[in-house]
């Protein structure tokens, strides 16, 4: 019996990383998908995610052009999902991770990681909500990190953009859990994605072993690990889940 057979997901970053392997997943899983990235191609190599779900799985996926700080992108995104019966699933993913010399002035990463991280959410739940209050309800997943549970003194906005993620969720669910609509946060550790290979890198440096042995479950993540937990957050699994973290961080932030 597949998870989401019927169901209709809306992916925002799902041409790479932790958006393609939900994508994936969830396709594999029966739902049809909705790819909206500002790229077509994966950061990391390989072909479109949407083409490798037709290529490689029974459900259907199309790519949107999509910049989620533009609300009326988002907006086209979440309709094309009308195409394959309308949106159940949406997962806020697109980001971005930079560091930060918080004391030196006039390198600001500031506007854009709020613009993306926190904007492109709240715009992004914004149209799905929209969408699946005409339609009996849904799922709304928002990509947070353990970086929206504790700070860090080189990732100032990025904590600041993360926690504002995690309240954000509790916030919408309280308005639309009455309505139907479940909004949930998951919350990555370190996971080896071109974030954390490239814009801020861990893997592949001499510092990936001091990382990884703080992480009790002995590895780094992969985006198949977060995949996992969206799919049960997108599932009927997760039905009485509200407003509720999930951390797939290995143990490193509780141990
Ligand atoms: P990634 O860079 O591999 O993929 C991000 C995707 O988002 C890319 O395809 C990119 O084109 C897209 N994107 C960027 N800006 C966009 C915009 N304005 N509009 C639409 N799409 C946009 O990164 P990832 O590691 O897969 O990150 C996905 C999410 O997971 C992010 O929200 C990130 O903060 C979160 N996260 C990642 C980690 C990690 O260790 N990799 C840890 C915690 C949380």
New binding site residues.
């Given amino acids: 019996e597949e998870m989401l057979s019927g169901k209709t997901a809306v992916v925002?970053?799902?041409?790479?990383?932790?958006?393609?392997?939900i994508s994936s997943l969830f396709a594999e899983e029966g739902a049809d998908v909705v790819v909206?990235?500002?790229?077509e191609e994966?950061?990391?190599g390989g072909e479109p995610t949407h083409e490798r779900i037709e290529a490689n799985t029974d459900a259907n996926a199309t790519f949107v052009e999509?910049?989620?700080?533009d609300y009326e992108a988002l907006k086209d995104a979440v309709a094309a999902a009308d195409e394959f019966g309308g949106i159940d699933t949406m997962v806020?993913?697109?980001?971005?991770?930079r560091a930060e010399e918080f004391l030196e002035e006039g390198d600001d990463v500031f506007d854009m990681i709020m613009?993306?991280?926190v904007r492109?959410t709240y715009y992004g739940s914004r149209a799905a909500a929209n969408a699946m209050l005409d339609d009996g309800g849904g799922s709304i997943v928002n990509?947070?990190?353990?970086?929206g549970l504790e700070g860090s003194g080189e990732f100032i906005s990025?904590c600041a953009s993360?926690g504002a993620v995690r309240l954000m969720t509790y916030s919408l669910a309280s308005l639309l859990g009455p309505e139907g609509v479940r909004v949930n946060a998951?919350?990555?550790?370190?996971?080896?994605?071109?974030?954390?290979t490239?814009?801020v890198p861990?893997f592949g440096t001499d510092e990936e072993a001091g990382f990884v042995g703080q992480i009790p479950s002995g590895r780094g993540?992969t985006?198949e690990d977060?995949a996992k937990g969206a799919l049960f957050l997108a599932s009927d699994l997760s039905d009485y889940v509200n407003a509720e973290s999930l951390v797939i961080d290995g143990g490193m932030t509780n141990s």
Avoid at 12 to 21: D, E, L, M, V, Y
Avoid at 92 to 97: K, M, S, T
Avoid at 143 to 147: D, E, I, N, P, R
């Fill in positions: 925002t970053g799902g041409a790479s990383g932790n958006g393609r392997a909206a990235d500002i790229r994966p950061r990391e999509c910049d989620v700080t806020n993913n697109a980001g971005v991770f613009d993306i991280n492109g990509l947070s990190s353990v970086a990025y993360k998951i919350h990555p550790g370190l996971i080896e994605t071109s974030m954390t490239e814009d861990i993540g985006a977060v």
